[in-house]
């Protein structure tokens, strides 16, 4: 099935199912009862929007703006070359379909980028990685998961392991020790669904988890006290919960957005059996015409936890707030939204929608946030020959970083080098089968960032 067929069906199945599960404003169990937040949460954008005017596509055909650079480093079924590395090219071959993806600090000033593979067929998902030294050379390239499927996003623990999402029915999370060969671990504590995307509050001992099905939703894992070890958590005893946001529980859509572009309060719910397949438990309550916990989200994609400095959360704080610390960003693909929930407040607010776009965005999907704030969102364009990721500007339209002009591809994985200097990224079906480019950002803009 070609991308635009399956993107059109996705959007047709979900728009029906509201017309069947709604009337009148009421869900099958519950009763929605839509309400407009109070404020907006006062974003600060950050440098990458006053990036420049994008040049035409180089030899790769990636369009960059002025003094950007790119360059390839692994394409899918090819032996990964390593110049910096123990022999001139590596024995692992870069996977297909690469995903999504992070950055890792290593000990001797290198690092390793962890890219997964989106192959919809068990057992021929997974995930490798690169390593490259303290100079950006790349090192090192190998598997470190075998053996899974449809391995779309994941996310980033602050005890460095990568967390890895199968997006199947019955989806996984594996945990992986991202810094040598291996194996990643299962935790099906994290639940069985279609996963996307995760990222982890560690003060609050919480994993948040995207799905990305036509009536997803919105998860939270928060560990039990005995889960929680020197450091880390396990992943493996804790309470699966969904998210409500007032006004729009239990099944319900919000499907104004102008009601949601302001902060509206929530409440976590637990799941009802959380070692079943949940898809296939919310069936199951509908046709029993009992409760269907969480807010629904259409097609939930990239997320990211960003961490405010005291400096940026003392302008973001209003007088009747508690002062906020840990934002979670994610994106719903379906109806092309970004939204923001600040954990210490317990709001939620949709912070990009088309209607401000003049140029919409299309099938919005991973999400990164730069080390000086800026919010990255890439695109799964289900019509277009060009694919771009944005620097949003937040409450308001967005700005293109970049562009691939790879007819029926797809940007995957954006992540920043633990210095900032580089952004890595893949092209999902570039020549057919992927491939993972890097772009150097230029001293101007570092400038403009340290101000």
Request: contains cysteine.
């Amino acid at each position: 099935m070609t991308a635009l067929r399956r993107r059109s069906l996705l959007r047709r199945a979900f728009f029906g199912s509201l017309a069947l599960s709604t009337v009148s404003g009421r869900a099958i169990a519950g009763t929605c009862l839509p309400v407009s937040g109070q404020r907006e949460l006062p974003l600060l954008p950050g440098p990458l929007s006053k990036a420049g005017m994008l040049r035409p596509p180089d030899s790769l055909g990636v369009a960059m703006p002025a003094d950007f650079t790119c360059r390839l480093l692994a394409v899918a079924g090819d032996r990964v070359v390593t110049p910096a590395g123990a022999e001139p090219i590596s024995t692992y071959r870069w996977h297909t379909f690469p995903d999504g993806g992070a950055v890792f600090p290593r000990p001797d000033g290198g690092w390793i980028y962890t890219s997964n593979s989106e192959v919809p067929l068990l057992p021929l998902g997974g995930c490798g990685a690169l390593g490259f030294d303290h100079g950006g050379k790349v090192d090192s390239a190998y598997s470190i998961l075998q053996g899974t499927t449809q391995n779309c996003a994941g996310g980033k623990t602050p005890w460095d392991t990568w967390l890895s999402c199968e997006e199947a029915k019955t989806g996984l999370c594996y945990e992986c020790d991202p810094f040598r060969p291996g194996q990643g671990v299962a935790k099906p504590a994290l639940g069985r669904f279609a996963h996307e995307a995760a990222a982890v509050d560690a003060a609050r001992h919480t994993v948040y988890l995207t799905e990305d099905t036509i009536d997803g939703r919105f998860y939270r894992w928060v560990a039990d006290s005995e889960d929680k070890k020197a450091g880390r958590l396990g992943l493996e005893k804790g309470r699966l919960e969904v998210l409500n946001l007032v006004g729009y529980a239990d099944d319900c859509y919000p499907e104004s957005d102008v009601l949601v572009r302001r902060q509206l309060p929530v409440n976590w719910v637990p799941v009802k059996f959380p070692n079943e397949v949940q898809g296939e438990v919310r069936q199951q309550l509908r046709k029993r015409g009992e409760t269907v916990p969480g807010t629904r989200f259409a097609g939930g994609e990239g997320l990211w936890s960003y961490q405010l400095t005291p400096e940026d959360a003392a302008l973001l704080t209003s007088p009747d707030a508690v002062l906020p610390d840990t934002l979670i960003f994610w994106t719903t693909k379906i109806d092309n939204r970004v939204w923001v929930l600040d954990v210490a407040n317990q709001v939620v607010e949709l912070i990009f929608d088309n209607a401000s776009m003049d140029s919409p965005l299309h099938s919005v999907d991973n999400l990164t946030v730069s080390p000086w704030g800026d919010v990255l969102v890439a695109e799964d364009p289900v019509s277009s020959d060009i694919a771009r990721l944005v620097v949003l500007q937040p409450n308001g339209g967005a700005s293109t970083l970049l562009e691939i002009h790879h007819p029926g591809s797809e940007i995957c994985g954006p992540a920043f080098s633990p210095d900032g200097r580089r952004l890595y990224f893949s092209s999902q079906r570039y020549h057919k089968g992927g491939a993972t480019f890097e772009v150097t950002l230029p001293e101007r803009l570092l400038k403009l960032a340290a101000l």
